[in-house]
């Protein structure tokens, strides 16, 4: 028998958070492309960029997708069916009570926005409720964030790195053995969705391969 989605009004989940480097800009306007307007909780995008130039990020990913995109605000209370895109030389993470806070502390993994800061203080602040998504790149960031999310009882969805333009934080990701789903780039999206419809543990389909 089929599952009936959840009612979107009492959505279990509280964020998607996404970690993406070398190629991601591109891979993220394909996963953000695939999210409805109607999505249920915001989305927070630390993807790295270059410090040193004006970021075109929001611009070029407004392009492709239904939600708000934005580049995200210190203090500022996330909305659902927004993107917020950490800024060029900035940490984002979440605080106490589910706002963003920007940060210049050190860098993590050679890079500053980092992966691990957003889903270390996502989890911190919202536990289970928490869906973290790992794609292309070409260092380990976001590996120890994926842990770190599970152990608060969160999901991970990571890029099959075959599907990747560079494997390495994928790769990563996936050799912690906390990444739930190994996805290529296409189906992350409509993994998403049914997890939110659904819940973790009654979103129907294949989902990919669990990771070894």
């Avoid at 800024?87 to 605080?95: A, N, T």
Wanted: overall charge positive.
């Amino acid at each position: 028998m089929q599952e009936s989605p959840r009612d979107e009004n009492r959505c279990p989940w509280a964020v998607v958070v996404i970690a993406s480097s070398a190629g991601g800009v591109q891979g993220l306007g394909t996963l953000l492309g695939g999210l409805r307007s109607t999505l249920p909780v915001p989305v927070l995008v630390a993807q790295h960029l270059n410090r040193s130039r004006e970021t075109r990020i929001v611009t070029i990913l407004a392009r492709s997708t239904p939600l708000a995109v934005r580049l995200a605000g210190d203090g500022e209370r996330p909305r659902a069916g927004t993107v917020y895109i950490a800024p060029p030389d900035r940490h984002l993470c979440v605080r106490a009570g589910g706002r963003l806070a920007l940060t210049r502390e050190g860098r993590v993994n050679s890079a500053r926005p980092a992966a691990d800061p957003l889903f270390e203080s996502a989890a911190g602040e919202f536990g289970p409720r928490v869906i973290a998504c790992v794609l292309t790149g070409a260092d380990g960031d976001g590996a120890r964030g994926v842990e770190v999310v599970k152990a608060h009882g969160g999901t991970t969805l990571v890029q099959d790195p075959a599907t990747a333009d560079f494997h390495g934080m994928p790769k990563a990701a996936i050799r912690t053995g906390r990444a739930d789903r190994v996805l290529p780039l296409e189906e992350i999206a409509p993994a998403i969705t049914r997890l939110l419809l659904y819940g973790a543990d009654e979103a129907p389909g294949p989902g990919g391969r669990p990771s070894a």
